[in-house]
């Protein structure tokens, strides 16, 4: 399934996307007839907690809806007017992955690490499809990283490999954006990397059985409609199955809590400087994975 969140007249709504459009959850829950025993989840957060019993019922649900008939279609939303929220609009961590492509760390200068580089972003730098970032005043040097996100979807600690990606509910496109100058001042990277909107996620969370091997997916990165980033999630020094496993014997991860595994070559950091242009104002990025969809943001003045 590929779900969504959005917002209307201040609510925030679950979304799945469908031929006929968005199904907007609540809405189609809300036409219920009285007395109907099985209630789907109606947000992510339900899903998510739910595991895989709340996905089968919301699936079920989903597919049980009329496509015709008096109403049917009310249930439904044209995508290009929604205002999207950030497809995991309330995770627990927001881990991130730090020189995990193989030529990504060789643009940079970077030995290939030994074991995953772990930092972190805050809440505050979530961003759903669409959303405007704004570019700080305090850096002149924000840069794009497309990459590939993970969902959890149960609770694991000290989880193999072999079993990692159970733990998995799905994936996601994102852009963790980067204030090169910020980031650099010192040996920790927080104040470079956790600036307002500085997380766009989305559109969608797609569940892993629609996916199949995240290691074998296309990834592009395009600023202004010219192709910066063009590899394939095959170049990650480290796996999903083997990020997901690291993690969990660092800390529990739960429902909920995504993971950015870190980005190809083609960010601006990597071009010789002579060619560094950084993000300006009015400049569009679009993230595209395959299987994911394309998150589009456009950056402007603070």
């Known amino acids: 399934m590929r779900l969504l969140n959005f917002w209307e007249s201040g609510e ?3 979304g799945v996307k469908r031929d006929e459009g968005i199904l907007d959850v609540a809405a189609a829950v809300s036409a219920m007839p009285e007395g109907t025993a099985a209630t789907p989840p109606g947000t992510l957060r339900e899903v998510l907690d739910g595991g895989a019993e ?9 597919d049980r809806l009329p496509l015709s008939g008096v109403g049917a279609m009310s249930f439904y939303r044209n995508e290009d007017h929604l205002e999207f929220a950030p497809c995991v609009p309330d995770p627990g961590k927001i ?9 990504h760390a060789e643009e940079t200068g970077m030995p290939l690490p030994e074991y995953p580089i772990l930092f972190s972003k805050f809440a505050n730098a979530l961003a759903g499809h669409g959303a405007e970032v704004p570019l700080p005043r305090s850096t002149q040097k924000v840069d794009y990283e497309a990459e ?9 600690k000290n989880v193999s ?27 920790q990277w927080l104040a470079g990397k956790s600036c307002d909107r500085f997380a766009p996620v989305g ?12 290691g074998l997916l296309s990834i592009q990165c395009s600023v202004n409609g010219e192709v ?10 480290f796996d999903c199955k083997q990020l997901v496993s690291y993690i969990s014997h660092c800390m529990t991860l739960s429902p909920g809590d995504i993971i950015l595994t870190g980005t190809p070559e083609g960010v601006v950091m990597g071009y010789p400087p002579e060619k560094q242009i950084y993000l300006q104002p009015g400049d569009e990025v ?12 456009r950056m402007t003045a603070e």
Do not use: H, W
């Not at 509910?169 to 001042?185: H, I, K, P, V, W």
């Not at 559109?203 to 995240?214: A, N």
């Open 203 to 214: 559109p969608y969370v797609v569940s892993k059985d629609e996916v199949g091997d995240p």
């Open 228 to 237: 910066r980033q063009q590899s394939s999630t095959a170049d990650m020094i």
């Open 95 to 103: 881990i991130c992955i730090g020189l995990n492509y193989r030529r």
């Open 12 to 14: 925030l709504r679950l």
């Open 54 to 62: 709340a996905l089968r019922r919301l699936r079920e649900f989903v």
């Open 148 to 156: 590939l996100g993970i969902v959890i979807g149960r609770t694991v």
């Open 161 to 187: 490999e072999e079993e990692a990606l159970d733990a998995v509910f799905g994936y996601f496109a994102a852009n963790d954006l980067s204030a090169r100058d910020l980031q650099t001042r010192t040996s």
């Open 286 to 297: 679009a993230v595209e994975i395959e299987k994911l969809g394309r998150l589009t943001n």
